[in-house]
């Protein structure tokens, strides 16, 4: 509950038939966030990237920007295996606590909580931005590439009139 403060991810995906890349790009404004991720290292971000299709679950951390907004130079890059995601993926970023924080404050609390201090534990959401989806429809492609096993062809006898196998 962080009043005047901003965080977010931008998210840039680009599919090939064997792998996705995901390029993040956060934006933090809250100067003592700034400070635990950078500075104190007590806190990181990170993303959930989800193919509940594939049941592919993952975190992955994501470079902190030394400005509010990340350059092209702190982008992060993640790359997956294409095999790996199908139908509708999740990508949720947090900044979560990196270790125990006993008595954690920040100059941006909501006035509600100006005077608080809170006991965090290590993992407990700091912070969380909006979820961004995108489709990885990769399953016929990987398909497409797969020899099969069997081969239908014209029987070519004229007293063929039904199916016949022929397994050697």
Not at 20 to 32: A, C, E, V, W
Not at 52 to 73: E, G
Not at 142 to 152: E, N, P, Y
């Amino acid at each position: 509950d962080y009043d005047k403060s901003e965080f977010d991810v931008d998210l840039e995906v680009v599919k090939t038939p064997d792998e996705i890349t995901l390029t993040l790009s956060p934006t933090l404004k809250n100067d003592g966030l700034k400070r635990l991720i950078g500075v104190d290292r007590k806190a990181k971000i990170i993303v959930h990237v989800e193919s509940p299709k594939t049941v592919f679950r993952r975190t992955y951390d994501v470079q902190m920007p030394l400005c509010d907004k990340a350059s092209d130079k702190e982008k992060t890059v993640i790359k997956i295996n294409a095999a790996d995601l199908s139908g509708t993926v999740s990508v949720c970023p947090f900044i979560i606590a990196a270790e125990d924080i006993p008595d954690y404050t920040n100059e941006s609390f909501n006035p509600d909580y100006e005077c608080e201090a809170f006991s965090i534990d290590c993992g407990a959401v700091l912070a969380e931005g909006r979820q961004r989806t995108f489709v990885a429809d990769t399953s016929r492609e990987a398909l497409a590439t797969v020899a099969s096993i069997f081969s239908v062809v014209k029987c070519v006898s004229n007293d063929c009139k039904t199916l016949r196998n022929d397994f050697s």
